[in-house]
Nanobody, 114 residues
Framework: VQLQASGGGLVQPGGSLRLTCATS????????TGWFRQAPGKEREGVSCITNDDGMIFYADSVKGRFTITRDNAKKTVYLQMNNLNPDDTGVYYC????????WGQGTLVTVSS
């Protein structure tokens, strides 16, 4: 199982980014998938996840209304659309699949700064 996260970068406050998590060796729609992030000097926190069978979606309170998680089953890819970014969103974003052992991508850095 491999997960490849991409799409991070430097963006100004109020800007948008879309993160992509391409998977191989696993069928992500069979398992819960999602994103964590880790800000400098802080613990890793859950951002969003989507469950397997019923596709229920969860968001951290801090990103509700701004972030959207989606999954393309045919491409075995999970996305995180991030809008109206602010400096508190800065961090390394990791995608994961609970299959059922957790598998993690390598992380992609998001920096929100003017």
């Amino acid at each position: 199982v491999q997960l490849q996260a991409s799409g991070g970068g430097l963006v100004q406050p109020g800007g948008s980014l879309r993160l992509t998590c391409a998977t191989s060796g696993v069928t992500p729609d069979h398992y819960a998938t999602g994103w964590f992030r880790q800000a400098p000097g802080k613990e890793r926190e859950g951002v969003s996840c989507i469950t397997n069978d019923d596709g229920m979606i969860f968001y951290a309170d801090s990103v509700k209304g701004r972030f959207t998680i989606t999954r393309d089953n045919a491409k075995k890819t999970v996305y995180l659309q991030m809008n109206n970014l602010n400096p508190d969103d800065t961090g390394v974003y990791y995608c994961y699949v609970l299959a059922p052992t957790p598998y993690w991508g390598q992380g992609t850095l998001v920096t929100v700064s003017s």
